[in-house]
Nanobody, 119 residues
Framework: QVHLVESGGGEVQAGGSLGLSCAAS????????VGWYRQGPGQERQLVAD???????RYHDSVKGRFILSGDNAKNTLYLQMNNLKPEDTADYYC?????????????WGPGTQVTVSS
């Protein structure tokens, strides 16, 4: 079982920056996929950024050039640096991970952290 705990959310004005952290109970590199989703008010959950097992990092088009995903295996922590934030980035942000167990892919989610961007 993988436990994920997010931190770093808060309120910021448009144009500002926030850094999110996701502490995992296992080494990040041991996971098949790991990353961040978000869900804004009245919206469906959408992928923000993730790292695939082959090392490829994916970003949602709306955050490309503004958000940076990184990980620290020594600290079992995934980071999301969010720059030039916009009001439309307001959402609950969730860390997620996929662990390969034999032939199964098992998903895990953190409880989420709220990000509010004011105009």
């Amino acid at each position: 079982q993988v436990h994920l705990v997010e931190s770093g959310g808060g309120e910021v004005q448009a144009g500002g920056s926030l850094g999110l952290s996701c502490a995992a109970s296992v080494t990040i590199s041991s996971l098949k996929n790991v990353g961040w989703y978000r869900q804004g008010p009245g919206q469906e959950r959408q992928l923000v950024a993730d790292i695939l097992g082959d090392g490829i990092i994916r970003y949602h088009d709306s955050v490309k050039g503004r958000f940076i995903l990184s990980g620290d295996n020594a600290k079992n922590t995934l980071y999301l640096q969010m720059n030039n934030l916009k009001p439309e980035d307001t959402a609950d942000y969730y860390c997620y991970a996929v662990q390969r167990i034999t032939s199964w892919n098992v998903e895990y989610w953190g409880p989420g952290t709220q990000v509010t961007v004011s105009s």
